[in-house]
């Protein structure tokens, strides 16, 4: 069965500093990766995604992802934090076969100013 | 516009009194699934709708049954609701594999609130 660990519950950074959130997974093949972030009492919204191909990945927002599958990780950073990137952050993993798609417990980001 | 829609966005129940959330999508995905979101913690996933399989997680309670009567519409169904199913109910879609970007696109929520 597949998994994803997210070691970080919270993390507070400095508006302006960078980020990068950490994302390990268990899963027997190739990985379909996804970050999503939600603020408070809202649905998720999809940041970035990988499927194959290139490992750094672009997605919204001006955040980037890096896929080490020696690493079984995924994670999520960004050069610059903004006071409205404050918000829970999920890693999730995709069971291919049963089109399962599956989360971490999330990590918090805090800005402070 | 909003491509998928859960009604209604806030839902107060009375404990053992049954409750029907739903969900109806415009992007005509094959997939759909449901989430429980309790608060702090990540999305459990309850169901899925893969292709016209249901599958229903093995931890999922007996109380909670789902209906998808067409690739639209998805309802939830709490046959009798406890203070701890409280929560956040979450609805998405996404296309098969098959059919290529498989992202899972998510409703605002239900969030449900037991008496």
């Known amino acids: 069965a597949q998994s994803v660990t997210q070691p970080d519950i919270h993390i507070t950074v400095s508006e302006g500093a960078s980020l990068e959130l950490r994302c390990n997974y268990s899963y027997g093949a190739t990985p379909y990766l996804f970050w999503y972030v939600q603020s408070p009492g809202q649905g998720l919204q999809l940041l970035l995604k990988?499927?194959?191909?290139?490992?750094l990945v672009q997605g919204i927002k001006g955040f980037e992802a890096e896929f080490k599958r020696s690493q079984s990780s995924f994670n999520l950073r960004k050069p610059s934090v903004h006071w409205s990137d404050a918000a829970e952050y999920f890693c999730?993993?995709?069971?291919?076969?049963?089109?399962?798609?599956?989360f971490g417990t999330g990590t918090r980001l805090l800005v402070s100013p | 516009d909003a491509m998928v829609i859960q009604n209604p966005r806030y839902q107060v129940t009375q404990f053992g009194k049954p409750v029907t959330l739903s969900c109806s999508q415009t992007l005509n995905h094959n997939v759909m699934y449901w989430y429980q979101q309790k608060s702090s913690q990540a999305p459990k996933l309850l169901f899925h709708?893969?292709?016209?399989?249901?599958?229903n997680e093995a931890d999922t309670p007996d109380n909670f049954q789902s209906r998808r009567p067409n690739t639209s519409f998805c309802f939830l169904d709490i046959r009798s609701p406890g203070l701890g199913d409280a929560a956040m109910y979450l609805c998405?879609?996404?296309?098969?594999?098959?059919?290529?970007?498989?992202?899972?696109?998510f409703g605002q929520g239900t969030r449900l609130t037991v008496v």
């Open positions: 999730a993993v995709l069971n291919t076969g049963f089109q399962k798609l599956v």
């Open positions: 709708y893969y292709d016209k399989d249901f599958n």
């Open positions: 990988y499927f194959s191909g290139d490992t």
């Open positions: 998405a879609t996404s296309r098969t594999l098959r059919e290529g970007n498989t992202e899972a696109f």
